[in-house]
Every structure is written in structure tokens, then in C-alpha cells.
């Protein structure tokens, strides 16, 4: 049987986010992360990964041509990506448009968001569109292949057993749908047929 240590320490919760700084970091960054974090009930902080210096960062739309260092800090007590991001920035000395921080939840809205922005060199505008009416989805094709799929469905009872064997069948009825089509009475009701008048008798 667990104790109640070990039931209270799996049940703990952590916070995941991820801190992105642009540019050079300050000397000693990882240490003053820690420090500007320690009021959250740290749990680890890893070390930066620097990234290459591309023209323009997802994160950092506005500054062209930096590199991006990334720390992955987990905390004990709840916080908001605002609250860390304004605890380093306070820290570090430096400017909130220069870090970004991010939970788990944020980061993968992130990446759904930004699935399609690999810039292809086509332009959207000028292309035309393919060349399909959809006539499998709707219209008469559509209908016409639902009704053949609906003739042939069978509807089979099932054979029951019992005292009454003997009176009734001896295999299940099937019921199997026509397709004869149905003649129509395409006459008018009005005007179609000739009158037939009565006959005066003599007085």
C-alpha cells in the first residue's frame, strides 16, 4: 500500500512554459530565470538552445535577422505566460518585446496556426480553381445511385419457433424492393373526357 507522501507526490501538478528570448541574453541567464522564477515554486529550468539567426522569427515578427534562445521552465504554483514573461523581463532589465513565453496549450495553437505559412512562390489570386461540379455529393447522379444502393437492401424477418410451426412458414419471407416504375395518369381532370348529357323524356 502507498504512503501518503508518495500519493501526494504523484498527484502533484506541474506548469510547463516555454521562454523564448530574441537576441544576445545577458551573462548568466539561466541563473537570473531561476531567480526571477523562484516566487513560482521553480520545479527545473533547462538550458538555452540557441537557434539559427533567421530573417524573420515566428515569434519575433517585428525584428528581422536575430537569433532566438529557448528555456523550458516548469513551476510548482499557477501562473500565467504574462506573469513569467513580466517576472524575467524584470530580471533580465530587458524589454517585453524581446520575450515571448508560452504554456503548452499556447504553443500548440501556435503551430496549428502557423501550418500553412511555408510560402509556396504561387500566387492564390491568379489560380483558377479545379475543374469539378461535385455532381457525386449532389444532384441527380447522387440520387440516382442512393436509390440504387437503397433497392438493394433486403428486409429478412426472423424465423421465431414455437407450438405454431406447423401453420406457418417454413423459410423466412424476404422483401425485395421493385423497381418497375409506376404508370401515371397523366390526363386532366378537367376537360379530358366528353360529357355525356341526359337524354329529355317525353312529357
Excluded at 530573417?55 to 513551476?75: G, I, K, L, S, Y
Excluded at 501562473?79 to 513580466?86: E, G, V
Excluded at 424492393?177 to 381532370?189: I, Y
Aim: charged share 30%.
Amino acid at each position: 500500500m502507498k504512503s501518503f507522501k508518495e500519493y501526494l507526490t504523484e498527484s502533484k501538478k506541474v506548469y510547463e512554459f516555454k521562454v523564448k528570448i530574441a537576441g544576445d541574453c545577458p551573462k548568466d541567464c539561466t541563473e537570473k530565470i531561476k531567480l526571477a522564477l523562484s516566487q513560482y515554486q521553480l520545479e527545473s529550468c533547462s538550458g538555452g538552445k540557441r537557434t539559427p539567426i533567421q530573417e524573420r522569427q515566428v515569434d519575433f515578427p517585428e525584428h528581422a535577422n536575430v537569433n532566438v534562445t529557448v528555456f523550458e521552465v516548469c513551476t510548482c504554483y499557477p501562473a500565467t505566460s504574462l506573469q513569467i514573461k513580466n517576472s524575467i523581463a524584470e530580471t533580465l532589465r530587458m524589454s517585453g518585446a524581446l520575450i515571448k513565453v508560452r504554456n503548452a496549450m499556447e504553443e500548440r495553437e501556435l503551430a496549428i496556426n502557423n501550418a500553412n505559412a511555408v510560402k509556396s512562390g504561387k500566387s492564390v489570386l491568379e489560380a483558377d480553381y479545379e475543374k469539378e461540379d461535385n455532381q457525386k455529393l449532389v444532384g441527380d447522379k447522387h440520387t440516382m445511385s442512393l436509390l440504387k444502393e437503397l433497392g438493394k437492401s433486403k428486409s429478412v424477418g426472423e424465423q421465431k419457433k414455437g407450438i405454431n410451426d406447423t401453420i406457418l412458414a417454413k423459410s423466412v419471407p424476404t422483401e425485395k424492393l421493385k423497381d418497375k416504375p409506376v404508370k401515371q395518369n397523366n390526363t386532366s381532370a378537367v376537360g379530358s373526357r366528353k360529357v355525356k348529357l341526359p337524354t329529355a323524356k317525353g312529357l
